[in-house]
């Protein structure tokens, strides 16, 4: 956590003292964020200030890994393309990166679902590859749901709505039993939720925030079948992306739960006024559980 106080004169300042030929654009804030602030620089910029991160670990990270990823990837993401030191002004690291245009889905919503379910999968298709050997590793976000039960037991005991808390249970038991992933570790966004992803013109128009990117397990992004596309669209998705197989659904639809009950205790906590809640989140959350229990 910095004390540092975010203001347009500060951004702007950082810029004259390291990146002079881009203080004159205008910079204006981005609603959002938690462990880094967003600033709009100009029209196709944007400046990612941490903030309530403790390290510059992901800000790092997305630094070293999201030039060699963007090229690849059917969709915009953010790419950095200036970096900042820590100062006497400013004590934490800061990036300048690529602006991706769109709303985000927590508020925003898609209207072309089928559209949507093929722009998800084919990005996905596209990330899911096999990452060098030294990429990130998994931490808590990428573990078998088995290793994640403390968390979701939190969450549950927490925000589970009682007239679904036993088909929620079901369905994270049987994400629990589920085999784990023996492949090879690919590169996983681990971090899909619907203030991560932009849209525009009803459907997928952009990827953001890779501060948790990993090399692991594929179905923690395979969740955002539940968790993004609107109800009726898995089935869509999972044909379109092809190769999960029966292990792979039943730990993404567990952890879809996982994030719809992690989304509903963040509205939660909106509600009361606590920090880093997202009053808005709730009512997200609740539909995501109720389109899991559909299944696929």
Same mark, same amino acid.
């Given at each position: 956590?910095?004390?540092?106080?975010?203001?347009?004169?500060?951004?702007?300042?950082?810029?004259?003292?390291?990146?002079?030929?881009?203080?004159?654009?205008?910079?204006?804030?981005?609603?959002?964020?938690?462990?880094?602030?967003?600033?709009?620089?100009?029209? &196709?910029?944007?400046?990612?200030?941490?903030?309530?991160?403790?390290?510059?670990?992901?800000?790092?990270?997305?630094?070293?890994?999201?030039?060699?990823?963007?090229?690849?990837?059917?969709?915009?993401?953010?790419?950095?393309?200036?970096?900042?030191?820590?100062?006497?002004?400013?004590?934490?690291?800061?990036?300048?990166?690529?602006?991706?245009?769109?709303?985000?889905?927590?508020?925003?919503?898609?209207?072309?679902?089928?559209?949507?379910?093929?722009?998800?999968?084919?990005?996905?298709?596209?990330?899911?590859? &096999?990452?060098?050997?030294?990429?990130?590793?998994?931490?808590?976000?990428?573990?078998?749901?088995?290793?994640?039960?403390?968390?979701?037991?939190?969450?549950?005991?927490?925000?589970?709505?009682?007239?679904?808390?036993?088909?929620?249970?079901?369905?994270?038991?049987?994400?629990?039993?589920?085999?784990?992933?023996?492949?090879?570790?690919?590169?996983?966004?681990?971090?899909?939720?619907?203030?991560?992803?932009?849209?525009?013109?009803?459907?997928?128009?952009?990827?953001?925030?890779?501060?948790?990117?990993?090399?692991?397990?594929?179905?923690?992004?395979?969740?955002?079948?539940?968790?993004?596309?609107?109800?009726?669209?898995?089935?869509?998705?999972?044909?379109?992306?092809?190769?999960?197989?029966?292990?792979?659904?039943?730990?993404?639809?567990?952890?879809?739960?996982?994030?719809?009950?992690?989304?509903?205790?963040?509205?939660?906590?909106?509600?009361?006024?606590?920090?880093?809640?997202?009053?808005?989140?709730?009512?997200?959350?609740?539909?995501?559980?109720?389109?899991?229990?559909?299944?696929?």
């Amino acid at each position: 956590m910095t004390d540092t106080e975010i203001t347009a004169d500060l951004v702007r300042a950082l810029l004259q003292a390291q990146h002079p030929d881009l203080a004159a654009l205008p910079v204006r804030e981005v609603a959002g964020g938690w462990g880094n602030q967003m600033w709009r620089l100009g029209d &196709e910029l944007a400046v990612r200030m941490q903030r309530m991160d403790p390290t510059p670990e992901l800000q790092l990270k997305e630094w070293r890994w999201l030039p060699v990823l963007a090229p690849l990837l059917p969709l915009p993401v953010p790419t950095p393309v200036r970096f900042g030191e820590p100062s006497e002004r400013f004590p934490k690291h800061w990036t300048v990166m690529t602006w991706v245009h769109g709303e985000p889905l927590d508020r925003g919503t898609i209207s072309r679902g089928d559209h949507a379910a093929d722009t998800l999968a084919g990005f996905l298709r596209a990330l899911h590859v &096999e990452a060098p050997a030294d990429a990130p590793v998994a931490g808590d976000r990428g573990a078998h749901p088995r290793d994640c039960v403390q968390g979701f037991e939190h969450f549950f005991q927490a925000v589970a709505p009682a007239d679904i808390a036993a088909d929620l249970r079901a369905v994270w038991d049987d994400a629990v039993a589920a085999e784990a992933w023996e492949g090879r570790p690919v590169w996983v966004h681990g971090d899909l939720h619907p203030a991560n992803v932009v849209v525009a013109d009803g459907t997928l128009a952009g990827v953001v925030d890779f501060g948790d990117m990993f090399a692991g397990d594929p179905a923690w992004d395979l969740a955002a079948a539940w968790v993004l596309l609107p109800e009726g669209a898995a089935s869509r998705f999972f044909d379109r992306y092809g190769v999960a197989d029966e292990g792979a659904v039943q730990r993404a639809r567990g952890l879809a739960a996982l994030k719809g009950l992690f989304l509903m205790l963040m509205g939660q906590n909106g509600e009361r006024g606590l920090p880093g809640g997202k009053p808005h989140w709730g009512p997200v959350g609740r539909a995501g559980l109720e389109r899991v229990l559909k299944g696929v």
